[in-house]
Each structure stands twice: as C-alpha cells, then as structure tokens.
C-alpha cells in the first residue's frame, strides 16, 4: 500500500499479522551523500527529525497473540523505541544484533568504528520459534553501493534469516516502512504472505518492481521443478 502507515495500519484487522518486520525512521535527521542525479541530492528520509515510535500501536494491535515484532534501531534510539513497545502491551525480549562485516565512517578519532545495528525482539503473548532457535547475532554484507536503490536498503538475506525465524511458513509479516521492501522480496522467497506500506511513491514503484520480479522468478523456478 502507497500512503501514510499511519492512516493505511487502520485498515489491517487486529490479530491478523504474525510478524512485524521494519526499518522505521531513527531520528536522525537522514540525508544521503549519494546523489540522485549530477544535479540534486537525495530527499532527506520523511519523518526522521526524532525517533518516529507512533506507529508502534498499531502494529501491536495487529500482531496475532504470540506473534513479534523486530524493529531496527540505532544505540542512542533504542529507548525510545523499546518505550513505545512497551506501553503498547509488548514485552521486549531481547537484542538482534545484524554484523554488517565492514564498519562505517563517523569520528574516526574519538569513537570505535561502527560495523552493526540492533534491533528489538518483543513479543505479543507467549511466542514460540518456528524451529531451531537462532542465535541473537547474524552477519550479513550491506548491499553494494552500485546496486542502492533507497539509501537506507537493508541486505534481502538478512531479511530471508529474520523471517524464516520469527515469522511461520505460509504466516504474515507486515512492514509499515517497506521503502523498495527487501522485506516483501524476502516473504516472496521464504513462502510468507506481506503487507507492506510505503510513504514515498517513487520508492512504493520499486518495491511493487521488486516483488513481482521475485514472484516470477519463484514461480518459474517451481514450474522447472514440476
């Protein structure tokens, strides 16, 4: 869906999603140094002024009893997000750690330099996994710079380990910050169903581009193998 998460989660019926699975604006005022073209720079992400927690009601309303959440952040916005969680009836369980196996730039003098991101694990209920139990760090490679298509893109692999984990086969996760949605692509290759909403139309048409290169491409595969 193309349009604000915030009026768009309205629509989804409560108890209906086993899995929310997002990358929501930190509060980092964000603007990328890549530009867009020789002449412009690339659009500061929407909503970025400060942690940007009020969707996090909704999205709790619509998770199933025993269902999760994994909610992207940095270090200096994590309590606010695991605030918002939390007075929204979930329980945080613990720390995702991604290992992107490079660190990035900052104050190359006076602070270590940075290679991962955290997420939150909270839970709605009693949740359970759906298999062997994974291991609270994964490594996987940023993408490319060559081949962003959104500034802040994370890698579809990491995406595909999160999802098989935490959310069952043939369940429903929902990204209410898809941007060009490696989650969706990721729910494509695992076997999930995904509600995904995004704010920026441009990158709204990538993600629909996305998802239905990843829908053919599983559904010739499946036909090659019949």
């Known amino acids: 869906m193309q349009g604000d998460c915030l009026d768009k989660m309205r629509g989804i019926p409560a108890g209906s999603v086993d899995m929310v699975l997002t990358d929501p604006p930190y509060g980092m005022d964000f603007q990328s140094q890549r530009k867009a073209d020789k002449s412009e720079w ?20 619509a998770l199933k009893d025993g269902g999760c959440m994994v909610c992207f ?10 605030f918002a969680a939390e007075m929204a009836g979930l329980a945080t369980k613990s720390q995702i750690v991604w290992d992107k196996m490079n660190h990035t730039t900052g104050d ?31 490594a996987f490679r940023k993408v490319s710079p060559s081949r962003l298509e959104h500034p802040n893109e994370k890698p579809v692999d990491l995406m595909e380990w999160l999802v098989s984990h935490y959310c069952p086969d043939g369940g429903t ?35 629909k581009r996305r998802i239905e290169d990843a829908r053919d491409k599983v559904l010739t595969l499946n036909a090659d193998k019949d």
């Open 173 to 207: 996760v929902l990204d209410p910050f898809t941007g060009v949605s490696p989650v969706g692509v990721a729910c494509i290759n695992t076997g999930r169903n995904f509600i995904g909403i995004e704010l920026d139309e441009s990158y709204f048409d990538i993600a």
């Open 73 to 82: 952040c940095r270090w200096d916005s994590w309590a606010s997000f695991q």
């Open 108 to 138: 190359l003098k006076g602070a270590p330099g940075n290679r991962h991101e955290l997420a939150i694990f909270a839970t709605k209920g009693r949740f359970t996994f759906h298999g062997k139990r994974p291991q609270s760090l994964g």
């Open 42 to 61: 690339r659009p500061k992400v929407a909503n970025d002024k400060r942690p940007f927690v009020w969707w996090i009601m909704s999205a709790a309303e």
